[in-house]
């Protein structure tokens, strides 16, 4: 009965975990017109997942002290997604004998533990830990009174996890990802007027995220003021920002690549313009793009296109590409193309719109 008993209450967490993971989800800038996948969802599992464990809620926030097998199973859940931080409270010596893989250690002695603590960012999901859970208990009061959103508390620490059977390891690596929509819209903007967007890069893992480059912008209406020298420590944000001024009526699309020794992010930036006299450039866009620098090859998802006309144009006029197609997906080799700036130009039903097209060489 009591294995019984068991595996019931860690199937509830598991639905209790979907429904907190869909709600994220749901709430994210890509899909702000899902709200119907989240209702389908309570009414599919119901209330399965309550009484799972020593819960707190209100408003937005969620408070819970788990177990080792839950947390697992909130890694599980969570941990590809970079606003999910494993809060390791442990010192820096019981740290480097054996973490969670990803995790990060901010020591509880620190004189500065407290104000280190109120610095992070109060948005993302935490899963908190220490030794035994003594340590851990503590923080996990202090981020209630600080007003962090989302916070797991692993109840016996450290020891519970390898007591239970789950691996630790030495490793630290840096992860970058970005803590915001990687697709981002400059829509009717005045010609040679200035607009600017804030994106926030974050290191979801450990050890130092160091920057070797930014490209993708060089030669176009776009551009950042980020900081390449710029150093972020685990479970840490960088913010910096995107302007976009339109120096002529074409729309621009540019794939901005920002790289580090911890992956790269890449953000799909495009503009459209209005002129002073409030005649807008209609040209909106019903693509996305992802440039691989690596094989030289673009590729198109034309979406809403159908029997589209592709042409791609150098800045001498000459046409290197042209094809009519009723696939939305299409790629191409641009390992000959030299330059570095090209036009995009989608012809449907009689009507063409163009992009200034930046390649990654």
């Known amino acids: 009965m009591t294995n019984i008993l068991r595996n019931q209450a860690y199937r509830k967490w598991n639905n209790f975990l979907l429904y907190t993971f869909v709600l994220e989800i749901c709430k994210s800038n890509s899909m702000k017109?899902?709200?119907?996948?989240?209702?389908?969802?309570l009414f599919s599992i119901g209330s399965l997942f309550f009484?799972?464990?020593?819960?707190?809620?209100?408003?937005?926030?969620?408070?819970?002290?788990?177990?080792?097998?839950?947390?697992?199973?909130?890694i599980i859940a969570y941990g590809n997604n970079p606003w999910f931080v494993i809060l390791d409270v442990r010192t820096p010596s019981e740290y480097a004998t054996t973490h969670l893989?990803?995790?990060?250690?901010?020591?509880?002695?620190?004189?500065?533990f407290a104000?280190?603590?109120?610095?992070?960012?109060?948005?993302?999901?935490?899963?908190?830990?220490?030794?035994?859970?003594?340590?851990?208990?503590q923080v996990f009061t202090m981020m209630q009174n600080l007003h962090f959103r989302?916070?797991?508390?692993?109840?016996?620490?450290?020891?519970?996890?390898?007591?239970?059977?789950?691996?630790?390891?030495?490793?630290?690596?840096?992860?970058?990802?970005?803590?915001?929509?990687?697709?981002?819209?400059?829509?009717?903007?005045?010609?040679?007027?200035?607009?600017?967007?804030?994106?926030?890069?974050?290191?979801?893992?450990?050890s130092i995220l160091t920057f070797t480059g930014i490209s993708g912008i060089s030669g176009t209406d776009f551009t950042?003021?980020?900081?390449?020298?710029?150093?972020?420590?685990?479970?840490?944000?960088?913010?910096?920002?995107?302007?976009?001024?339109?120096?002529?009526m074409i729309a621009d699309n540019?794939?901005?690549?920002?790289?580090?020794?911890?992956?790269?992010?890449?953000?799909?930036?495009?503009?459209?313009?209005?002129?002073?006299?409030?005649?807008?450039?209609?040209?909106?866009?019903?693509?996305?793009?992802?440039n691989d620098n690596v094989s030289h090859v673009i590729s198109f998802n034309l979406n809403s296109y159908r029997n589209s006309q592709i042409?791609?144009?150098?800045?001498?006029?000459?046409v290197v590409y042209e094809n009519t197609t009723s696939n939305p997906f299409v790629s191409i080799d641009y390992s000959a193309w030299k330059s570095s700036l090209y036009f995009l130009r989608i012809s449907e039903n009689g009507v063409s719109k163009t992009y200034k097209l930046p390649l990654i060489h």
């Open 33 to 41: 017109n899902s709200s119907f996948i989240l209702i389908f969802f």
């Open 51 to 74: 009484n799972t464990t020593v819960l707190k809620a209100s408003n937005d926030t969620l408070y819970a002290s788990i177990s080792p097998a839950q947390a697992n199973d909130t």
């Open 101 to 112: 893989s990803e995790g990060v250690n901010l020591d509880f002695y620190s004189a500065t």
């Open 115 to 137: 104000a280190t603590l109120a610095t992070f960012n109060k948005s993302k999901v935490y899963l908190l830990h220490c030794a035994s859970g003594g340590r851990s208990g």
């Open 150 to 206: 989302r916070v797991y508390n692993m109840t016996g620490g450290m020891n519970a996890w390898t007591s239970a059977g789950f691996l630790g390891t030495t490793a630290e690596a840096p992860v970058a990802g970005a803590l915001c929509n990687t697709n981002v819209p400059f829509n009717s903007i005045p010609l040679n007027q200035k607009d600017s967007i804030q994106l926030t890069i974050t290191n979801a893992a450990n």
């Open 224 to 248: 950042a003021n980020f900081n390449t020298g710029t150093t972020i420590l685990g479970a840490r944000d960088y913010s910096f920002k995107v302007y976009y001024k339109p120096t002529d």
């Open 254 to 290: 540019a794939i901005m690549s920002i790289q580090s020794n911890g992956g790269t992010v890449n953000f799909n930036l495009s503009g459209t313009v209005v002129a002073a006299t409030g005649i807008s450039n209609i040209a909106e866009n019903k693509f996305s793009i992802n």
């Open 311 to 318: 042409s791609i144009i150098d800045l001498t006029g000459k």
